[in-house]
């Protein structure tokens, strides 16, 4: 028998500070999309396989399907809507790389690359490869992947020359 | 051919929805939500085929917080007969009187926390009197125990079969073509046979299939990620005895689709529950579920060739086997459609195809990006490939001996035109460098290569139709039922609408299926969208352009004049308001249905769909391991409307598979899906992907729109028997069974060298 005790937490969401009330089984995607209607982080193979879902918890990307939502109190979480007005170098070259077909799993895609060129400005095939293993796409667009990757490392770099 | 130069066809414009998908706001259905919305999970059968003794859901009825369980009793409340289907009605909404899989929905518990809904599902309690199942499509022929007690034909044109008892051939395709196939065998210098398998697989789209229906004061609408929306509305439509414009689909973009999310899937039950339950209700599946929604056809491929003394094939005997599963879906049609060009690209004078599509205890199978013709190519240029190594030629000089030539006719009856075969296989044969030397390798690890193509007719008859209104502002809208899945028709159609009525593309709009509002369409499936709709949108907007030159000449505006469109309609209604609608309606001409014993006929398609792949492989001999280093992807692709999505189109199609060539198979033990899960059912991650090389080659199709034709399916012909012609080469073995693992290709080894290894 499920009962609903509620819990409210606080945390900070795409830099601004809110308060949720939650029950003890949702996720942090439940979360995002029960309390803030934000449906970038999707859950798709409900088992932290496919990177769909991910989001940033206090800088770290993890997998929103797994990841309970009650964790989230005290923290600071960025999701791929955040400061959606302008795009960013990746977002932008995703778009010109043509890396994306259907799109279900590409804010996973654009969060773990945005994680990537924090860590390593300048990546090579393997790295990006190796880094973007734990996200699937099902349409095949890994090619592309590769290149917008590569394209918004150069945007970035040539941004900070 | 169009002579003018064209402005925005043939330009690679980012898809139109691009932002929306980079910033996760993109509208899918998985998204939705609506007031007092109920979620709806499916309690499913443990077992592979029996009777249903009794089903319980008094407890789980009585769970606080659940709304209301529905079982397929239930059901005929609101749908007098239960059984839907686009070729049999044989599928009941929910299972009542007998249960034909695992996994097949027994009842649908319905609660405002989908948690809720889910945990009452345990309470269910459901008694069966077991049947013996059948799971195997060569069993299925002979076994005495029937999955159906009788055919329940829905299209007219299977009609022949209704009633049909004790049997489990859901429908029997047949083709004849030339003089008797067996008396050409005799005839023959060489005679040579071989059977292929293929296995089960799934489409898993990213985006689970999802279903919100919604109750309306005048009907029901229902919310649905779903190919083919018309279809929806008129068979939900037909379940309900209700009129067609009372069942409202409306669909935005998909999260993948692949084929799985054709005909009906979860919109009959969520029907179903939402009027039972008065509510909207929203049925969306579990990643694991998908796998018991519907599937790839594993299949059983036999292929007989007679070749004479010049290395000319005289005579080919075709007979497959498809595993439908549990319910017919698409599957007849996968099996007439494939069926026709069962015998490959190759122009040989005797040719008899018998295609049956097979009725089991596994989860139903359906189209499958290529509606059958992976299967088939897997056979036939594995097939090819080994008549030639024992004749000692070379395998493209096998192929430039049997090819099919632009104007040969086809084993179908219908000549081939317009259709690159001989280039592309040229062209894959080129990039491959095949005339040139090959390393293959030193020590344990042995390098291979090896190519094959594929053909495919397009999906005919069907029916597109379009509406594309322009406006006072002089932007237009165009109004189509096709389904942007991500292979970019909403792009693609803008395109086209703004080259006719020479506009920017960011002036055009392209409104979503709506069946209340979109004309009809016959779905998105098969390659035929752009096609089809690409026509009824070139048509609709030039009828547009025609009625705004009329209302021009009509207010006394001069052609070509600069007088604003606003200017034009101010002086027809007095203030600069309204639109001009054009129509368009599309249906190639001329198509002649095959004569039902022998499939011939002088006009089976409007086009051909041609596609070759080649591949390096390299072959670890100690383990069997292989790996993919190099592929290629030669397509005949039309001239592209947007040549960059073309190519990626092509490219991900050949990713996919690669995937249900190296990796991907269903494992079943007594009809269970035991890998239903992306932990042990493995699609093709970054670090699969080979280096890749796309051709499309822009070789124009007359009567397509601005020279295009449908693509969404061609890099998928070639990649597997590709593949394993390239191990061949490696190492010198053949693999017949998909897919080519290592264990398969180390047993074949070491069965090679006359020590095989012990089974399990």
Known sequence: MLDTPQQTIEFTLNGKPVSAQIQPQWTLVDLLQNAFDLYGARQSCGQGLCGCCSVVVDGKAVSGCLYLAAFADGSTIETIENGEEELDAVQEAFIEAGAFQCSFCTPGFITMTRQLLVSNPDPSVDDIKHYLTGNLCRCGTYPQIIAAVQMAAGKLQAAKA | ?760
């Open chain 2, 1 to 760: 051919m169009n002579e003018h130069v064209t402005q925005h066809v043939g330009q690679s414009y980012p898809r139109r929805e691009a932002r929306e998908k980079v910033t996760g706001r993109i509208e899918y259905i998985h998204n939705l939500r609506l007031p007092n919305m109920l979620y709806g999970k499916i309690f499913r059968s443990t077992i592979a085929h029996g009777r249903i003794v009794r089903i319980d859901v008094s407890a789980a009825a009585a769970m606080p917080g659940v709304d209301c369980v529905i079982t397929g009793e239930d059901v005929r409340k609101v749908m007098p007969d239960v059984y839907y289907g686009v070729m049999f009605h044989d599928q009941p909404v929910l299972a009542v009187d007998k249960v034909r899989f695992v996994g097949e929905p027994v009842a649908i518990v319905m609660a405002a926390d989908p948690n809720v809904a889910h945990e009452a599902m345990s309470l269910i309690e459901a008694e069966y009197e077991e049947l013996d199942p059948v799971f195997d499509e060569m069993e299925a022929l002979s076994a005495r125990s029937f999955v159906h007690d009788e055919l329940k034909p829905g299209n007219p044109q299977l009609g022949f079969l209704a009633g049909v008892r004790d049997t489990n051939v859901g429908f029997p395709y047949q083709l004849r073509h030339g003089g008797d196939v067996d008396e050409a065998f005799e005839k023959a210098d060489r005679v040579f046979e071989h059977m292929f398998r293929t296995q089960a697989s799934a489409h898993v789209p990213l985006e689970p299939h999802v279903t919100v229906a919604e109750p309306t004061s005048t009907g029901i609408t229902l919310h649905t990620a779903n190919q083919s929306p018309h279809f929806v509305s008129f068979e939900v439509s037909r379940l309900l005895g209700w009129p067609q414009s009372k069942v409202r689909v409306r669909v935005p973009y998909l999260g993948g689709g692949f084929g799985s999310k054709l005909w009906l899937k979860l919109e009959a039950m969520a029907a179903a529950a939402a009027l039972l339950a008065k509510k909207p209700v929203k049925i969306s599946l579990f990643m694991e579920e998908q796998f018991y929604m519907i599937t790839k056809h594993a299949a059983t491929l036999q292929i007989k060739s007679g070749v004479d003394k010049d290395g000319k094939i005289i005579a080919r005997k075709c007979n497959v086997f498809w595993n439908g599963g549990a319910y017919a879906d698409i599957g007849p049609a996968v099996a007439f459609h494939a069926g026709m060009t069962a015998a490959g690209p190759y122009d040989i004078e005797n040719v008899a195809i018998d295609s049956l599509s097979m009725y089991t205890n596994r989860p139903t199978a359906g189209a499958l990006r290529g509606f059958g013709h992976p299967q088939l190519v897997w056979a036939y240029e594995n097939h090819t490939n080994m008549i030639a190594e024992e004749l000692g030629i070379d395998p493209l000089e096998f192929r430039r001996r049997n090819i099919l030539h632009e104007g040969s006719e086809t084993a179908t009856g219908t000549k081939l035109t317009n259709s690159a075969v001989e280039q592309v296989l040229e062209r894959v044969a080129e990039k491959l460098g095949w005339e040139k030397p090959f390393d293959h390798g030193e020590g344990t690890v042995k390098r291979g290569r090896g190519f094959a193509i594929g053909i495919k007719a397009s999906i005919s008859p069907s029916t597109s139709e379009a509406i594309v209104r322009l406006g006072s502002d002089g932007c237009a809208t165009v109004i189509a039922g096709t389904v942007d899945m991500g292979q970019g028709s909403d792009t693609a159609n803008a395109q086209i609408a703004a080259e006719v009525l020479n506009i920017p593309v960011e002036m055009v709009n392209v409104v979503h299926p709506d069946t209340h509002v979109t004309p009809y369409d016959t779905g998105t499936l098969g390659s035929r969208s752009l096609y089809h709709m690409g026509n009824a949108v070139r048509l609709a907007a030039e009828d547009a352009k025609a009625k705004l030159e009329a209302l021009m000449a009509e207010v006394g505006v001069q052609p070509g004049s600069n007088v604003p469109i606003w200017e034009v309609f101010a002086r027809k209604n007095g203030m600069p308001v309204g639109n001009v609608t054009g129509t368009g309606s599309f249906v190639p001409a001329d198509h002649i249905p095959p004569e039902p014993m022998t499939g011939q006929s002088s006009n089976i398609t409007p086009y051909w769909m041609v596609g070759a792949t080649g591949v390096e492989v390299e072959v670890d001999t100690e383990t069997g391991h292989v790996r993919v280093l190099k592929m290629i992807n030669v397509a005949d692709t039309g001239n592209p409307i947007n040549p960059k999505i073309v190519e990626f189109q092509l490219s991900g199609a050949s990713i996919m598979a690669l995937g249900q060539t190296m990796t991907e198979k269903m494992n079943f033990d007594s009809g269970q899906v035991t890998n239903a899960s992306f932990a042990d059912y493995k699609i093709p991650s970054i670090l699969d992907i080979p280096e890749i090389e796309n051709d499309p080659m822009d070789c124009g199709e007359p009567d397509g729109p601005f020279g295009a034709k449908g693509v969404g399916e061609t890099g998928t012909f070639g990649v597997a028997a590709a593949i394993a012609n390239a191990v061949k080469d490696a190492v010198g073995v053949r693999v017949t069974e998909l897919p080519i693992t290592a264990e398969t290709v180390y047993r074949a080894m070491r069965a090679a060298a006359n020590d095989p290894l012990e089974e399990e």
